[in-house]
């Protein structure tokens, strides 16, 4: 099975392509900004790079949140109408998922973004799977829920650890560790829809005008 994988949930843009269990190519670039821009060329590169054409491809993996809104609507946009286009169904993975799984298997892995506004975005895993369902939680009970597996040896992963309290092992996601769960995805794949933990910070007119 020959897989793209594709991520703009976080502070970067990145792609992978995999053969099985060959890695044929993997390409990051960190940006905060500029995803939509930037996005379809570095797809096109990573193909370029991994030696394939797009009508090789079985399968599409994509970040599907929580993380930046902005960046979710571009990769989730891209993702769907690449698979549309070629007729090859598109994978929908958690970012919270993705970034347990760029970092070596751990007795617990804690996934953690820092949200701003006082939360931060967790889950958890052990090398069986999901823990906890992601969540959205104040940054105490987050500690708290950090503190529940005091016992156990924990890896923290993401941006939201030194909330925490811990050391970060990884702040982005592999895309060679999304295109793998992409490809171990069984039926029925999990669908390519946005996960929001929270509503957005954007807000219309009408709201801006009640609010002042």
């Known amino acids: 099975m020959i897989v793209l994988a594709l991520d703009t949930a976080l502070n970067a843009t990145s792609a992978a392509v995999l053969d099985g269990a060959?890695?044929?190519?993997?390409?990051t670039h960190t940006m905060e900004r500029g995803h939509q821009e930037r996005l379809a060329g570095i797809v096109r590169d990573t193909m370029a790079e991994?030696?394939?054409?797009?009508?090789?491809?079985?399968?599409?993996g994509v970040t599907v949140g929580p993380g930046s809104f902005t960046g979710l609507r571009v990769g989730l946009a891209f993702a769907k109408g690449l698979g549309l286009a070629l007729d090859i169904p598109v994978v929908g993975v958690g970012t919270?998922?993705?970034?347990?799984?760029?970092?070596?298997?751990?007795?617990?892995?804690?996934?953690?973004?820092d949200a701003r506004r006082g939360q931060i975005y967790l889950q958890s895993f052990d090398r069986k799977g999901p823990l906890s369902p992601p969540q959205a939680l104040g940054v105490e009970e987050a500690q708290a829920a950090f503190a529940a597996y005091a016992a156990r040896t924990v890896t923290l992963a993401g941006s939201g650890a030194g909330l925490l309290g811990g050391a970060e092992a990884a702040s982005l996601i592999d895309p060679v560790a999304l295109a793998r769960l992409t490809a171990a995805a069984s039926e029925p794949l999990p669908h390519a829809a946005p996960l929001y933990l929270r509503a957005p910070d954007a807000k219309t007119i009408a709201e801006r005008a009640v609010a002042q």
């Open 22 to 27: 060959r890695v044929l190519a993997s390409v």
């Open 50 to 60: 991994a030696g394939v054409g797009f009508d090789a491809l079985d399968r599409i």
């Open 96 to 113: 919270l998922q993705a970034l347990a799984a760029s970092v070596p298997a751990a007795d617990v892995t804690l996934a953690a973004i």
